[in-house]
């Protein structure tokens, strides 16, 4: 089996005395959707924040390409092709859709340390926007205000700022979260499109999403791996179902 | 954007026409404290244009700016009174002692955050204010007489009143140009989304200090000069040039011109300065009019006058 | 020696003094978020009332027990009327607005009591000197400065350690959500704190009055020392606030009393006697670089959050 695009080692993760990340180890091949599932405060976005560098680990390590990140700032991290979105979005508001894209392309496009020309008038930059912005569908909201876009457009536009930094692996933090079911609809066929040019790692709480989308799961519990394997492995592990899929219901009311 | 000017635009036209054409009125009248009041406010002017570029696109609140105001000034003092009375040297040395300091005191506070980063500038700020007045050579709290304005090699006469007023001027325009051109730059955005957003910034792969501390440098460099300037204006420099207070007044012009807008800092010291004279004129207490003013502004006045007269444009 | 052991007192002085400043700042700050830069106007006011009273009234004390519910009184009329305004504003507005004040306050004063300072005499009994070991005399006033901001900041710290209405400042300053859930009276609660912060401020300023003269913007330089102090303590912390005040106090102390001297070992006397104050007077700055850089939350930061 050639060398996995990302690959996680006994990572550990504690907040004074609770451990939010116990020992967790995850494989990700390239090409692969994998979906992390568990119920909420299972640690999710905890390992989402270390995997990008927001958060240090206590212990373990990662690597990108056969590359051990798990030093490396947040930054360095986007420079080596990881890109994420934000649970509750997380863009710059005072910006303009497309000025939210072109800041990600400029970050991958040489250093910035430009002070005199007008980075709005860079073809390169601008373009770069446009075809992300396009390919979620928003072409036509690219000089709106992020403030006075739809929550749902937030979502979508989140995944072009990630798309536009040119990713290998794109780590998604709850893309549906507060969809309505059209949108949540869109975003599940954008992502099918999506999934055939780049590795994703899919954090989600919608279950019929995940499971029509994943190639693998994992499944977290109070900051451990229970359970990886296939979706229909998954769906018929008992201990998943009595420790998570059994109380679906409850969980996707809290989602 | 509609066409035509709009309420923004035409203020800012409006006083740069009023501040190109004041010498003329100035000569006409033959009031010449007019000129020196706003040769002053030309320079403050300035002081508060860079101090924008930090505070109003860069989120940095910085409460040690009037710190650069010294250092620029005290590099003239220091220099003629050691008998170099060059321009072309005062001006680079006190443009460079003003950035170095930018960058050790940049790297230092940028570590920190909100509160702590308006106290730790605040510090640096009374640090170099006491240094100055530990300088017992050149004269300690008592401050330094300069004798002789900066020489420019018979170019501009620093002594001839227009022509100093006009060389504050074109500093200042130069100034608020060069910001813009900032503004709008690869550098400007990324230093205006990390004042948005640092870790959505991070996270899609731009290092946040080195880009805060290129800014910060930017700035402290441009208000060093306007320090040289004001050496200049005053013939003296002392450890006031850099109280707090001063300080102070500066984030005041800023926030009453209108935080982060272009010429909301130049608008804002000139309504500063001329109502702190006006007010001077008419009750030696004029400081029990303006504060309470303050206090108005900050509670009704959202946005300064830039931002009062964009309410205005979108009506 | 004896000299090290009055100049340590001094030290202890300044940094109590500093401490009943630093604590109502710190109070304010932790607890409704407010950058108070007129505190030092509180201060000043606190002298000038004391000052006033005990002409009026031809006793010290009594000028300061009026003093201090003048300097009450003072702190919640300006909260109610100005600073409430202000609460969940921007830090920056808090620093124009209360700027603002400052600017009122001394100008105020100026206009009141004329711009030359007012001298704050002391009573025969306080003005003697104490011997505090065999043969080492020390002021009774600067004694008895150490006495009541000790008795105060022991108060303060049962009070806020002890009392419900502690149990609800620490909530408060910890997690400001949480004491509105509790269903107190928030807008009660705040003016208090603040009026407390008040009335610490005026004790601190009338304690000084004798010792210096009173005078407009006497409350300035000190209020970024007590800012200083927070910031090195942490803020919203009063454990924090103790410790570096009386850290900061004896810095202060110590230095002006002996870097001229050795300043003059490698400088000419009349350099070293210019050089000195600033250099001890930068000690503390150059302090709190070191702790923000290092530790840049303060050394004892409150939970906040």
């Known amino acids: ?255 | 954007m509609s066409k035509g000017l709009n309420a923004r635009q035409a203020v800012a036209a409006l006083t740069v026409a009023g501040l190109v054409l004041l010498p003329l009125y100035s000569h006409l009248t033959g009031n010449i404290f007019v000129l020196t009041l706003f040769t002053r406010i030309v320079i403050l002017a300035m002081a508060a244009a860079s101090l924008n570029l930090i505070m109003g696109y860069g989120g940095m609140m910085s409460f040690g700016h009037a710190a650069y105001l010294g250092i620029g000034g005290y590099a003239v003092g220091i220099l003629a009174q050691e008998g170099v009375g060059s321009g072309f040297i005062q001006w680079p040395v006190a443009l460079a002692a003003s950035a170095l300091y930018a960058v050790v005191i940049g790297a230092l506070s940028l570590r920190t955050r909100g509160v702590y980063f308006i106290m730790i500038t605040l510090a640096f700020a009374q640090m170099a204010y006491y240094v100055a007045s530990g300088l017992a050579r050149y004269g300690g709290d008592d401050g330094l007489t300069i004798y002789k304005r900066s020489d420019f090699s018979g170019l501009v006469d620093l002594s001839n009143r227009v022509q100093f007023y006009y060389l504050c001027l074109a500093c200042l325009l130069g100034a608020v140009f060069l910001i813009w051109r900032i503004i709008n730059s690869r550098f400007g955005l990324v230093v205006q989304g990390l004042r948005s957003n640092e870790q959505r910034m991070q996270a899609i792969g731009f290092p946040a200090k080195r880009y805060r501390l290129v800014c910060f440098v930017i700035s402290g460099t441009l208000c060093g000069l306007a320090g040289a300037l004001l050496a200049n204006n005053t013939d003296f420099v002392s450890p006031a040039m850099m109280y707090w207070t001063r300080s102070g007044d500066l984030m005041v012009m800023v926030i009453l011109g209108g935080m982060g807008t272009l010429f909301g800092p130049v608008a804002g010291a000139v309504a500063f300065l001329v109502l702190e004279e006006v007010l001077s004129q008419v009750t030696e207490y004029w400081a029990l009019i303006m504060g309470p003013l303050l206090l108005l502004i900050v509670l009704f006045g959202r946005g300064g006058i830039m931002g009062t007269l964009g309410r205005l444009d979108r009506g | ?305």
Do not use: C
């Open chain 3, 1 to 305: 020696m004896l000299l090290l052991v009055e100049q340590i007192l001094n030290g202890l002085q300044f940094g109590l003094l500093l401490f009943l400043l630093a604590a109502g700042l710190t109070l304010v700050f932790g607890i409704m978020d407010l950058v108070n830069l007129a505190h030092g106007s509180l201060y000043m006011m606190g002298a000038y009332f004391a000052a006033t009273f005990a002409a009026w009234t031809g006793s010290f004390l009594l000028g300061a027990l009026l003093a201090l519910g003048a300097t009450l009184v003072l702190g919640i009329v300006l909260e109610v009327t100005a600073l409430r305004h202000l609460y969940g504003r921007d830090h920056l507005d808090h620093v124009l607005a209360t700027f603002g004040l400052i600017l009122f306050f001394n100008e105020a004063v100026r206009l009141i009591w004329g711009p030359a300072g007012l001298a704050l005499p002391l009573p025969s009994w306080l003005s003697v000197p104490v011997e505090i070991l065999p043969g080492v005399y020390y002021p009774a006033y600067r004694l008895a400065i150490i006495v009541v901001a000790l008795a105060v900041a022991l108060l303060l710290y049962l009070g806020v350690m002890r009392t419900r209405i502690g149990m609800l400042i620490r909530a408060g300053a910890s997690n400001r959500e949480m004491i509105g859930a509790l269903g107190i009276n928030i807008k009660l609660l705040y003016t208090l704190v603040f009026g407390l912060g008040a009335v610490l401020a005026g004790l601190a300023g009338l304690m000084q009055a004798p010792i210096l003269t009173v005078q407009i913007g006497m409350g300035e330089n000190i209020l970024i020392l007590a800012f200083v102090i927070i910031v090195i303590g942490g803020i919203g912390s009063i454990r924090g606030a103790f410790m570096a005040a009386i850290f900061v106090g004896m810095i202060d102390t110590l230095g002006r009393a002996f870097l001229p001297d050795l300043l003059r070992q490698v400088l000419n006397s009349a350099a070293a006697s210019t050089a000195a104050p600033a250099l001890s007077s930068m000690l503390i700055y150059l302090l709190m670089a070191l702790v923000l850089v290092v530790r840049p939350e303060g050394l004892f930061p409150a939970n906040r959050r």
């Open chain 1, 1 to 255: 089996m050639a060398e996995p695009l990302l690959r996680v080692e006994k990572l550990v993760r504690r907040f004074g005395g609770i451990i939010a990340t116990d020992h967790v180890s995850l494989d990700v091949a390239q090409g692969e959707l994998h979906a992390i599932i568990g119920p909420n405060g299972a640690g999710k976005t905890t390992l989402i924040a270390q995997l990008t560098g927001h958060l240090t680990p206590n212990s373990g390590s990662i690597w990108l390409g056969g590359r051990d990140i798990s030093g490396l700032p947040a930054y360095r991290r986007s420079a080596l092709g990881l890109a994420r979105s934000f649970q509750i979005t997380s863009l710059l508001t005072d910006f303009t859709a497309a000025d939210n894209v072109a800041l990600a392309a400029q970050a991958h496009d040489g250093h910035s340390f430009r002070f005199f020309a007008d980075a709005r008038k860079e073809r390169g930059l601008r373009e770069a926007a446009h075809a992300a912005l396009e390919r979620v569908g928003l072409t036509h909201r690219a000089d709106v205000l992020v403030s006075r876009l739809s929550h749902g457009e937030q979502r979508e536009l989140e995944l072009a700022v990630a798309l536009a930094t040119r990713p290998k692996l794109l780590l998604l933090d709850e893309p549906m979260a507060g969809l309505g079911a059209t949108e949540s609809g869109r975003m599940v066929r954008l992502l099918q499109e999506l999934r055939r040019e780049v590795s994703i790692v899919l954090v989600e709480h919608d279950m019929e999403a995940v499971f029509a989308l994943a190639d693998r799961i994992s499944v977290m519990v109070y900051g451990r791996v229970i359970a990886s394997g296939l979706p229909s492995e998954i769906r018929r592990n008992e201990e998943v179902k009595r420790a998570y899929l059994g109380e679906q219901h409850v969980v996707v009311r809290h989602g």
